[in-house]
């Protein structure tokens, strides 16, 4: 059965990279940093993470690397 999600793994990935440098202000004043809001210990919710901790890390978006594009997501070693 094939589902019918409406972003792609990359998008995930993108959307999380892009979060670290996103804040969002709250009703009563206060900032704060973009937290993860998809389903917790899902795919979708894990390339989030990955994106946003290479951001944290200083990591270049691991989809603009030919290395990653050639052999697509990290591989075990």
């Not at 009563?28 to 795919?43: E, H, I």
């Not at 990591?59 to 603009?64: L, Q, S």
Request: aromatic share 16%.
């Amino acid at each position: 059965m094939k589902q019918n999600n409406q972003f792609s793994l990359h998008d995930h990935y993108e959307n999380g990279y892009k979060s670290f440098s996103n804040v969002e202000q709250s009703e009563n004043g206060y900032w704060f940093v973009v937290a993860n809001k998809l389903k917790p210990n899902t795919t979708p919710a894990k390339e989030w993470q990955r994106g946003w901790n290479d951001a944290y890390f200083g990591k270049p978006m691991a989809y603009d690397l030919k290395e990653e594009k050639r052999n697509g997501f990290r591989g075990r070693s």
